[in-house]
């Protein structure tokens, strides 16, 4: 399959709470059963990166319940009990791909500026995948009224302030807008 072929699963990516993981490994299937290789690429690339964040969330609340710890094994109950601790909820799964959005679109950055169109082209469609499991974004003009009401809140007059300002923005747009958008709005809103 080449890269101008690609078509992103028709489903909606406006999901319930904890249908996300399910739909990722349902897309999965389906995209190795049509031999979609990029968008298969993708997908395994994504559940590994939520793998690898329910070891450390694992990891971390074994750490503090020192009690869950057991140097003779866990017991069956033990074992579920701390899979269901260290499983993702959709906000979670939500940045996970953000992240995984951030680190392409800093590589299209590279490869533009490496002379490389055919790498960073491939990125742009890895982006484009990444994007489809994400809840609709919010608009320039959303964020900026958003942040707007950010700063008379905090009444915010210079750079100084943009932390107390992201502060008050970030739980609001958090998995629904790219936060280096929000912060370049919040620079131009304060200069």
Do not use: C, H, W
Request: proline residues 4%; without cysteine.
């Amino acid at each position: 399959m080449s890269l101008k072929d690609y078509n992103p699963p028709t489903t909606s990516s406006n999901l319930p709470i904890s249908r996300l993981a399910p739909k990722i490994q349902e897309d999965l299937k389906i995209s190795l059963k049509e031999k979609r290789e990029l968008e298969v690429s993708v997908l395994r690339m994504l559940k590994a990166a939520i793998f690898n964040k329910e070891k450390e969330k694992r990891y971390k609340f074994t750490r503090q319940n020192p009690a869950e710890r057991d140097l003779g094994g866990l017991s069956k109950e033990k074992q579920e009990k701390l899979e269901k601790e260290s499983a993702l909820n959709d906000e979670e799964i939500i940045e996970v791909i953000s992240s995984e959005i951030k680190k392409r679109k800093e590589a299209i950055d590279l490869y533009e500026r490496g002379n490389r169109p055919e790498l960073a082209g491939k990125e742009k469609k890895e982006v484009e995948i990444l994007q489809f499991y994400l809840p609709e974004q919010m608009s320039e003009e959303e964020i900026k009224k958003i942040a707007e009401e950010a700063i008379r809140k905090v009444g915010a007059k210079e750079m100084k302030d943009m932390g107390k300002v992201m502060g008050i923005i970030t739980p609001q747009v958090k998995g629904k807008a790219d936060m280096s958008l929000v912060s370049k709005i919040v620079k131009e809103l304060l200069s």
